[in-house]
């Protein structure tokens, strides 16, 4: 489905499409919550045939409570952020086909991300199919319980790249003008530190964290030199594990709040599937060729010739780590998980990235909000 499809489709509960006027009168809370929520391909993936058809026919008879839902909502918005930014991906440097249609590819840009790895393409369009389920699913079981469901589709204003092969709609996240925190690279292979115990972590690529980076080509101009459109890609290779990593860590820590059984067994179940796409991109990402950008003058250090073990690029199983408090014995765990303002610390980390840059006031507020009521949600008992 392209972007301007799953921003603007909303599937009524007839199983018919609403107009633009027909969904524009259900958006209310601040316009940011919607009445119906587009399925798309979502419906085309059970594959357990009828037993599990007859499961999903019968829902909890019982409307969502408050804290249940807003933790819902939340997700929900932060995985269309997502499926956004992994479309602008797709449709340059991924596969584009009837699961996710929109864009032509760029060829140069497809040929220096499969430096990486040759399966760059594929990875791309099913992270990219992956997100986009998540949302719809989300939306859909949101109102399947009385909640209200999540569009941001009146936010999506920001300008497309301009090199051939990308659609010419309006987006939320902005991947022209990036600065990417890479400090997941030492914090998953420390031994003797964990976030959640207030401990900080060194760069992987000190010079992502500085500036405003393309992780797309902005035109045909930055197709060349090979070098400058090299650090491109390699800048999109750690983008994938900086926003991965996010949601990782982002579904267990708000499983900790989530109180109704059957919402709890939604977020354990499309966590670990968060995990699962960081660990590719990690591995992706240790690829990345050293170089210098004669552009910028961004520097990729060669991390697998590094013999600092917190840099080394094979190390992509998560080390363990203190985890609780430190007089207990290390662990391989997912860090951090601490669920105190988790997600409006999503909110903070997105937008200090640059992802939202020139994205309007209304925008943050409403994201605000909807972090803020999922922050709110009590603990479970």
Not at 323 to 340: G, M, Q
Not at 371 to 381: L, P
Request: charged residues 25%.
């Amino acid at each position: 489905m392209s972007s301007s499809r799953q921003l603007d489709d909303c599937v009524m509960s007839d199983g018919t499409v609403a107009s633009t006027e027909e969904r524009e009168r259900g958006v209310s809370r601040r316009a940011f919550v919607a009445s119906g929520v587009g399925v798309g391909v979502a419906a085309g993936l059970m594959p357990f045939g009828r037993a599990a058809s007859a499961l999903a026919d019968k829902p909890s008879s019982t409307k969502l409570g408050k804290g249940d839902a807003a933790i819902l909502r939340f997700l929900a918005a932060a995985e269309i952020l997502e499926t956004d930014l992994w479309q602008q991906y797709n449709e340059l440097g991924g596969i584009q086909d009837s699961e996710v249609p929109g864009g032509s590819g760029s060829g140069p840009y497809t040929k220096a991300l499969e430096v990486l790895d040759e399966d760059m393409p594929q990875y791309i369009h099913d992270n990219t199919e992956d997100e986009f389920t998540h949302f719809t699913f989300l939306n859909a079981y949101l109102e399947s319980r009385g909640a209200e469901a999540v569009d941001l589709k009146q936010f999506a204003n920001l300008p497309s790249s301009k090199a051939t092969g990308a659609q010419q709609i309006g987006r939320l996240t902005n991947l022209m003008e990036l600065t990417v925190d890479t400090s997941w690279w030492t914090r998953y292979r420390s031994h003797t530190k964990n976030p959640d115990l207030g401990d900080s972590f060194a760069q992987a690529v000190p010079g992502l964290a500085k500036g405003e980076h393309p992780a797309i080509p902005r035109s045909d101009a930055d197709l060349k030199p090979e070098a400058h459109l090299q650090a491109i890609a390699n800048t999109a290779g750690f983008h994938f594990a900086t926003i991965e990593q996010g949601g990782t860590s982002l579904y267990p820590a708000l499983a900790q709040r989530t109180r109704d059984a059957e919402a709890l067994r939604v977020v354990l179940s499309i966590g670990p599937t968060e995990a699962m796409h960081f660990q590719t991109w990690q591995d992706k990402a240790g690829n990345a060729p050293a170089l210098t950008d004669p552009e910028t003058g961004l520097e990729f250090p060669n991390l697998k010739e590094s013999s600092n073990e917190e840099l080394k690029a094979n190390l992509i199983m998560p080390e363990p780590t203190p985890f609780l408090r430190k007089s207990l014995p290390i662990v391989s765990i997912v860090r951090p998980t601490n669920t105190e303002g988790i997600a409006m610390g999503v909110v903070e980390f997105l937008t200090a990235m640059g992802l939202f840059k020139k994205q309007s006031e209304d925008f943050f507020d409403a994201l605000k909000q909807l972090a803020s009521e999922a922050d709110s949600a009590r603990a479970r008992g």
